[in-house]
């Protein structure tokens, strides 16, 4: 079983007006880790997970979706 992850965090940020440094400011990262999770090419822990949900008002599950490929 192969899981997809894909995040939605720019859309998110987007709708909160705020910038990839101002987020990253919001829960204590580097600007580039949210320009990555963005862009798929780091999936976070969940603790950063959970802090980039309340960050934004939001739930992970909202925040990040998870498929399963049942191939």
């Not at 007006?17 to 919001?26: M, P």
């Not at 822990?45 to 980039?52: F, M």
């Amino acid at each position: 079983m192969k899981i997809t992850f894909t995040s939605r965090l720019k859309e998110f940020r987007a709708r909160h007006d705020l910038t990839q440094e101002q987020l990253a400011n919001k829960v204590r990262v580097r600007r580039e880790t949210i320009g990555h999770i963005e862009n798929n090419r780091y999936n976070p822990s969940l603790i950063l997970a959970y802090k980039l949900a309340r960050a934004l008002n939001s739930t992970i599950e909202e925040l990040f979706l998870f498929e399963e490929d049942k191939t």
